[in-house]
């Protein structure tokens, strides 16, 4: 016991020892599939060990049954994140039964189950795997590619797989699967081999054992084996050798290690994708080789793979198949060949790359069995046909159709044939690992001998092929790789655990709380000889070196550097694992520097092996002269310092400088116990040595030690040498010289050792590190550290310059007299002083002051890997300064040298990445390119706040040169390196964290209680505060197009009035408010259109239309149905009907919406259905209505009802608009009876319906000019009256609907319609415009015609009433801004009173705004412009709309003219409106607002009645809206005025009509809240021709002129044109100023105008730029003429990233 109490006394125990269980075993009995898995045996392991002892585990493993037995079984990998970031966790894959459960966690985090999944079957083995999509197969692709990252769950008859993305495939397997290996290019499968498969006789080939397939939908192909012989030629066939078994597969390098079962070796071989040569030789597609023999075995493979469906027993089939092939002299016919399994040539037919236009000859037929559809090669083509072709080159039959393999195996190396080999000496375990200096070693593990062999292998400099070295054997049980520290785990025989890294043993490792194995056991290793053993006088210092003699063991890392209380309770109270003798059984799960330990009592523990050095300050030095030593002395040299650094007990993090410096300095041939500074050196960390025996013993009195080691501190002896001393005189104290005299004889270092001969070396790259560290402000501790190190080599090495440098840099650390060790002039000899070792000290301080100064430089020693910031910041300087644009690009040589140990090695694969940049010299540019370059190397914005402030200065020039006028393509690291991250932001447009909320509110609906139901608290108020912060207006709108509330019934009762007239007075007067309540809904649409996202689990809320009234004083409530007085029957049905489309026009077209969510909203009362007619409609507009199942629209349209089918088909139309859809088009036809042929039946249409029919078809085949639609519309506008009562009421709107419609389809396309000069349209329009004898009836619907029973006689010529108003607007649409003069003369209004009776003066408005459309350039924004439209007969005589007395004139008809007039001055206001929509054009504005203020005096004025107040009421409701499209979304007061005031109008002449007209000016005067505006492309024009067609709905069930669901249209022509700046800090919406460019047109020059953010812009293919400036936010330029795509309209609702100055990281300008 005495003997193992000294052995724990020595090396103090540490670990992070866990006992470790798969975290999907338990997960698996919570699972609830747990049922038919008794997993009830697993208890775990803590009380099997207290219970059965070391069978407990072992055994109830036994028990699990699963109809038979089945073992659990899992794997784990190191994490792998999503986006390829770092992450340290461990990832599990736990099979057991049918279940597979893959689970992440790490110390840090707890384990969680990521995926679960359940199978049908038992699974045989699961694995990870990754997929590669890719278009082209070739081998360079791989690096790019896009990879699908799946997991594969194998079973006995087909492999599932699922990509992390959640696609999921399946592909049944051909034939038993013995493994899968997941692959670089996808997965490779082992057939298993059956019991009484004979080997086939001579004529037949064996079938293939290794298959591959290289995606899920992808066929499974055999893999191609090229094995080279003796002779150089080799030889290439599919894999057939039943004896050879896969035992390791790597995916990088791409190698395969497989075990020969009948000759005992080991093979490796390179995997790789078939080259066509390959393939060739294997297809036997060549002339010479196409004997049928060979035809037919290549086929019988083929034909057995696919004549294996589900049901065959796969091992009984090949002969059935190969049988009956042979026997029937191999026709193609074969019946066998036809019971291929249809799951694996369908899924062929799915293959990823197929692409139907290869030619003939490619053999890619219907299925997909070879590659020719991957690499489309024309080396395909020339392959000639094996026989069995037709002479005319058609397919081959698809059955004999090979199967082309995709990967190769090419043989690189067998192992040496022994004599004494077992027959069974399989390799168990196979891994690849490297030594600490980067040599790969491919070890596999022969448990039968427990025998390790590693081979060494490594690239050949042309990075072609892998050379393999020799075999070297280590006595092993088990071993596992440690790749974090490049070393390998070895479980010997004894026991014991090794560590090694490549084949050089480093030392035992050590696992507190498991006892050794044996301590007396003799070890049977042989050592490496150390050059320690020389160490002169061992002080307690080198006893914890220990030199290598004694045995070095090592602890896993410690969490807490306390390791007393851990290792206590180890050994305390856990005694089981003495009392078991428990010893470690095998090794498993090596991730990164963790691995499992798998004792004998069958319990687990996870340990983790420490790494090689924890300060950042050691592993720099240690990478460095690593670097420059040759390989094997590296290699001893860090085992050295490993052995020392994990010793059990290892340094805390403080002391392991310390330790390292003590140990390099012994290995140089210092005997560090000696030298001064070195002795005193404290490897506790916290207690220094002096004190350490003090707290022992406690003393009152204190002693005289205290003192004296005071005054031999460091600090001390700073303050007396400070030059202050002298002159306070101060004298310095007397030290006692009692430890002096040990140093008074000079040190002589020994030669012998390892690293004496490198000093030099190792002094110069340690002098390169310190160098480098002065670039990293956070590393000053670590460079006073490495100062003490360098002045005591750099004095023995007599290099003063070397000292001095030290000293001016820091002059308090670097004494002036110090210890000085000399080395025996015979032995410096032997220093190797390598070639770059330079006298005077390098200095990148020294280099870039000269740079800067212009002196010329040698170039700047670095080492490339570890002095990256040096070789930044010399290229930087070099780039910037000194303006050599190469030095980055090309070759750095000049600037740069190379350190390297040997000149052969190349450093290429280190090299930088390689930019070409622009070749241009000004400063800016130069700038540019160091920025782009800097975040090409990958430097951030906090590498340059730790780089020294000097050093940084050229940079952050650059940086601030570029940050004003940063490129808009730029990457997003450069954005944020310049800081600029509203660029890199914009960039990526919309990545704000709170995209939606910054122009669409996220109030949940319901917030505010009292007014939850107006339907428009879903509004973003804090945009819209920005956009009008003076006022309440935005609060006004709201009152005024709310329809939720009671409306105000203010009637006085006179005293002759009865209670019960009161009553009905009250009534009535509601009626006439509940005109205006009706009309409200289309303004509100307007007003919050696009606002809302909705939530899909809710339905959409309506607000209700409300028509009760309140009285005062008692607020009694008034209601129309008490059945005191008449209310028009249906009168809410198309009020409703608003109602809906309002509400459904809320939804932003980029919510996220589906058919079941419109189903959803479907209400249950049929009093609600109009409601829900108008939301289709409204899905429609925004785009939504396409995701509507067609089977949802027919069980629409079928059921009937009128509003639904009107809203359905205008919705379904308007969202494919222009794209000639034809199931759209069958969908309207069945409802236009025009278009369906003459014998159908005849279908009863509600009239309404047709009419929203043919205007559908208007926009779906919007601007195409299609010519038959176009002359079936042409025939409908002058549609006669049918027989019976047919067609007979509301004609108007439909003539006026195909109007609209062949407008639509013809728009804007004037005189060049082509293929439809036989129709001659305009002419047929004129007639229909001004009348005229009616042509005789073209076309199929003749016969309707002729029935002599008329409701109405209209004889020979056309009802001008009826037909006028399409055609001039159809005329209008034609020949929109075409500027033709002789249309728009057609059109000019007539100049005598005789032709002025002719006209409705109602058609005069029409045709004068047709007539400014066409001549769309003519129109001036100004009131003379609009007079010169009246002709002169009527300017002359007519009553100006100011003046009061009649002019008397007695053959003038008055009315007529006065009528006229208003009608021509409405209608040239209407297209300025056109014309200047959403331009917020100043003069336009006035012109309109004072023909506006015209109206409302005249129709005050005492001889209105002469005109007609209807008349006069319509014309400024035209006027109204078109001063509203000027100022869409604007929210102008003066307008809202004009609306407010006509709203509080009720009485008298005020309709529905009137009304809707005035609220649908307030809802575009605000329309969708600010956000939007009117656009005036033809498009646009069309849409809003529909929505303002100037007469009004007498009543809200008049559609008699014109289909009120059309009034909705006006969505088609917004366009969302608010820009929004948004600060990039707060990520808040702020103001900012902009300097908008026009482009020059032909009215202005190029522009610039101020304009205050957030505001509209005006239409954007009018500008040329926009720039954001003011003094608080970077300037930010959008150039508009490269095109919009930044300010992409429909998606992107204009957010303008942008950033204040202040704050921002870097320098601003005053710094500077």
Known sequence: MSNFYEERATMIAAGDLQEFVPFGRDHCKHHPNALNLQLRQLQPASELWSSDGAAGLV???????????????????????????????????YVAGNMVIWSKGSKSQALAVYKAFTVDSPVQQALWCDFIISQDKSEKAYSSDEVEKCICILQSSCINMHSIEGKDYIASLPFQVANVWPTKYGLLFERSSSTHEVPPGPPREPLPTMFSMLHPLDEITPLVCKSGSLFGSSRVQYVVDHAMKIVFLNTDPSIIMTYDTVQSLHSVWALRRVKTEEENVVLKFSEQGGTPQNVASSSSLTAHLRSLSKGDSPVASPFQNYSSIHSQSRSTSSPSLHSRSPSISNMAALSRAHSPALGVHSFSGVQRFNLSSHNQSPKRHSISHSPNSNSNGSFLAPETEPIVPELCID?????????????????????????????????????????????????????????????????AKDAAPVEKIDTMLVLEGSGNLVLYTGVVRVGKVFIPGLPAPSLTMSNTMPRPSTPLDSVSTPKPLSKLLGSLDEVALFSPVPELRDSSKLHDSLYNEDCTFQQLGTYIHSIRDPVCNRVTLELSNGSMVRITIPEIAT?????????????????????????????????????????????FVTCLMNMMGYNTDRLAWTRNFDFEGSLSPVIAPKKARPSETGSDDDWEYLLNSDYHQNVESHLLNRSLCLSPLEVSQMKDEDFSQNLILDSSTLLF???????????????????????GEGIRSLVGLLVQLARDLKLEPYVDHYYRDYPTLVRTTGQVCTIDQGQTGFMHHPSFFTSEPPSIYQWVSSCLKGEGMPPYPYLPGICERSRLVVLSIALYILGNENSVSEDSSQYLSRITIAPQKSQAEQEENRFNFKHSTSVSSLAEQLVVWMTNVGFTLRDLETLPFGIALPIRDAIYHCREQPASDWPEAVCLLIGRQDLSKQACEGNLPKGKSVLSSDVPSGTETEEEDDGMNDMNQEVMSLIWSEDLRVQDVRRLLQSAHPVRVNVVQYPELSDHEFIEEKENRLLQLCQRTMALPVGRGMFTLFSYHPVPTEPLPIPKLNLTGRAPPRNTTVDLNSGNIDVPPNMTSWASFHNGVAAGLKIAPASQIDSAWIVYNKPKHAELANEYAGFLMALGLNGHLTKLATLNIHDYLTKGHEMTSIGLLLGVSAAKLGTMDMSITRLLSIHIPALLPPTSTELDVPHNVQVAAVVGIGL??????????????????????????????????????????????????????????????????????????????????????????????????????????????????????????????????????????????????????????????????????????????????????????????????????????????????????????????????????????????????????????????????????????????????KVLQLCRFLHMKTGGEMNYGFHLAHHMALGLLFLGGGRYSLSTSNSSIAALLCALYPHFPAHSTDNRYHLQALRHLYVLAAEPRLLVPVDVDTNMPCYALLEVTYKGTQWYEQTKEELMAPTLLPELHLLKQIKVKGPRYWELLIDLSKGTQHLNQKQFQHLLLIQHFCHLPNISANQL
């Open 1260 to 1533: 779906v085949y919007q601007g195409t000019a299609h010519r038959h639609t176009a002359e079936v519309l042409l025939a409908e506008i002058g549609r006669p009256p049918g027989p019976e009562m047919e067609y007979c009421t509301d004609r108007e709107s439909y003539s006026l609907a195909a109007g609209l419609a062949l407008g639509m389809v013809c728009l804007g396309h004037g005189s060049n319609l082509i293929g439809m000069s036989d129709l001659n349209v305009p002419e047929q329009l004129y007639q229909y415009m001004v009348g005229g004898h009616r042509r005789f009836q073209a076309g199929m619907h003749r016969e309707k015609h002729k029935s002599p029973s008329y409701q109405i006689k209209e004889g020979d010529t056309i009802n001008v009433d009826v037909t006028c108003p399409g055609a001039t607007l159809a005329l209008a649409m034609i020949y929109l801004k075409t500027n033709n003069r002789s249309i728009a003369d057609w059109l000019r209004a007539p100049d005598t009173m005789y032709l002025l009776d002719f006209v409705k003066p109602e058609f005069l408005l029409l045709r004068t705004l047709a007539r400014c459309l066409i001549l769309w350039d003519d129109i001036l924004p100004n009131s003379k412009w609009v007079d010169s439209n009246v002709p002169q007969i009527i300017r002359e005589n007519s009553i100006s709309l100011s003046e009061i007395e009649l002019p008397c004139s007695e053959d003038l008809n008055l009315e007529t003219l006065s009528q006229a007039h208003v009608y021509i001055i409405a209608g040239a206001c209407l297209s300025l409106g056109f014309r200047f929509a959403g331009s917020e054009n100043l003069s336009a504005f006035n012109c309109l607002h004072k023909f506006a203020k015209d109206f409302m005096t005249y129709l005050s004025a005492p001889n209105a009645s002469v005109t007609g107040p209807y008349n006069l009421e319509t014309c400024l409701s035209v006027v109204l809206l078109s001063l509203a499209m000027v100022m869409a979304g604007s929210g102008n007061l």
């Open 757 to 779: 001969t490198h000093i030099p070396a190792i002094f110069f790259v340690l002098h390169l590190v310190y160098e480098e560290l002065k670039l990293n402000t956070l590393m």
């Open 59 to 93: 055994g109830s493993l036994q028990e699990v049954t699963i109809h038979e037995k089945q073992k659990e079984s899992w794997q784990l990998r190191k994490g792998v994140s999503e986006i390829g970031e770092e992450v340290d966790y461990d990832e599990e894959l």
């Open 411 to 475: 043989h690189l190396w067998t192992e040496t044939i022994t004599n004494i080999r077992e027959k069974n000496s399989q390799a168990s375990k196979v891994f690849i690992t490297s030594d600490l200096c980067g040599q790969k070693f491919l070890c596999f593990l022969v448990e039968s001998e427990l025998q390790l062999r590693c081979v060494k292998f490594q690239e050949s400099n042309d990075k072609t092929q892998l050379i393999f070295g020799s075999i070297t054997n280590i006595h």
């Open 615 to 659: 300060s950042e300050l050691v592993q720099t030095c240690l990478q460095a002269i690593k670097f420059i030593l040759p390989k094997e002395i590296a290699v001893q040299m860090l085992v050295k310092w490993y052995s020392v650094h994990s010793a059990p007990g290892g340094p805390s993090y403080h002391s392991e400088w310390n330790l």
